[in-house]
């Protein structure tokens, strides 16, 4: 690993902030990310992290939305989300990881938003329609979760992201995002901030390890980024397949069958997936040879994440320092912001 | 006018802030403050400035909930209510003027705040279903609009104030207040807030000189702090009495009579308008000789006001540099609150 002072070297320093364009992603810190997160958006962020002006958000701030009486959830996991960022390969000289928390121009601008968005369209916005029933709350909802698009704009927007990558369900949020947008830039009579597209993975959600349509950890489907050699072994050997292929002459089937979505995700060689899926279909292809290529290839991939991840973890300061290095600079791209928009605006200014 | 430096020293040169309670109050940037504020607020306020650490929150930002469409308005008027403050006798050497919109701290409390009360606890609260049935707003009602008791219980709480000055209506606002506090304090382990309790004006609301309930400028029932004698003088002659009490020997109502109202609230003689009060009753009292009797009050009340109001108006960079002096005292204040809550929260911290 290298610790030296170009890690730390900003985004700025190589190429104006005009030159390319701006993504806002982010997680919220509720746990240490997994295989999904790895397959529906850390790989992409990656390889983003070149062409791209990349701010990755420790949303703490967001996470309470829901979270407040675990706060101790959030504080622990800030540190983990960060740990998990590093292993993946984002690197801190391309990307700015910043702490959500710290950046107090991300709720003024929330704050500033929240005139302009009713509580009708607040309500009317499909994705917190969904999580609000999926999360149970009726009308006890936090207030802080209903206003959580508002806060959202105000990350966008803060950033001059004009890429967020997001999961289909979350696309509700960022048309939100822009309506705000639209009302500030007529209100300021020129375009001060600029609309954002949502960037959806082609691949879609990668399933648990039992079949089920949501990895989470909470769930026990899900590998972690720091998952033990003999944690992947278990976790291939009990992964769900076809439940009616008894005996290896059977045929199987692929569609639903775990390992082979896995080996879609992750299987550099699709020729092979595909040979192996008419294999399996025809009958004659056992799940153990299946899982043992799947293994062997989770192996690989986790390996020199896991190394990183250890890396990294024993420099706690290092990592703290990274954060905090993010984190001012985020606090003046997002100060700037905050500057434009209320001084287009025509609000009073000291 | 005295502008030597002494009167930009800090009230905490002269004690420890915790030597005296503190005080929040302040007003919505929307007009120039007039009469009924006087008698209200402001009257009370210069004689609570020497018992009481007092803050005066110059709210745009709360302006902005209900006025998102005229922020020309709201910034207009920022400066206007600075000079009613100056001009009724607020002396920054003991007061604190500090502009809301300029306090970070402030934004970042009232979004941790909003995930400690339910959207339900906000529509239930009585000020708000009230203004929201008298501003028409519906469901169409702006999110700000609806959070703004979260927004007050931020600055409440960041000023550590433990007297807010407020109208008997706005007293269910507070209880909201404590609510969040006792929530915090809950989740903290310790007393990292403290409750608040609400300071209710001993006289109530001054009419309009039309007689109608409410003073405002957009009624064109108001009497600015700024009136000429002119404007004085007519406004008196037009003031609502009895519209029964036809001839001086008629027997005449003292209740509703806006004359006798302002009296009550203006007149320090106040065996006098007992008198007065008997002598209207019986009849044999004109209209004429007690609308002198309080022109002559109000002229005498008013040109110092005016005059103060003039000088200061005269010198904008001195008052800007007050409000900036007072808004940079708050800055520290609220900040050092924000990290206090954060920290006995347990959010983490870089």
Known sequence: MDFSPRTLARPADDAPAAAKPVILTGDRTTGPLHLGHYAGSLKSRVALQDSHDQFLLLADAQALTDNAQDIAKVRRNVIEVALDYLAVGIDPAKSTICLQSHLPALAELSMLYLNFVTVARLERNPTIKEEIRARGFGRDIPAGFLCYPAAQ?????????????????????????NEIV?????????????????????????????????????????????????????????????????????????EGNVVFTYLDAFDPDTEMVADLKDHYRRG??????????????????????????????????????????????????????LEEVTRALGLFRL
Chains 1, 2 share one sequence.
Not at 303 to 314: C, K, L, S, T, V
């Open 182 to 254: 639209r009302r500030i830039n007529a209100l300021a009579g020129r375009p001060v901030l600029r609309e954002a597209s949502a960037l959806i993975p082609a691949t879609g959600r990668l399933p648990g390890v039992d079949g089920r349509a949501k990895m989470s950890k909470s769930g026990g489907n899900a590998l972690s980024l720091s998952a033990s050699p003999d944690d992947i072994r278990a976790a291939v050997r009990a992964m769900y397949t076809d439940p009616e292929h008894l005996r290896i002459t059977d045929a199987g089937r692929v």
């Open 284 to 337: 004659g292809l056992g799940d153990g040879a299946l899982k043992k290529r799947l293994e062997a290839i989770l192996q690989e991939l986790l390996a020199p994440i896991r190394a990183r991840r250890a890396d990294f973890a024993a420099h706690p300061d290092h990592v703290l320092g990274l954060v905090r290095e993010g984190t001012e600079r985020a606090r003046e791209v997002t100060a700037d912001t």
């Open 153 to 177: 704009a105000a990350d966008i927007t803060a950033f001059g992201a004009t890429v967020v990558p997001v999961g289909a369900d979350q696309a509700p949020m960022i048309e939100q995002t």
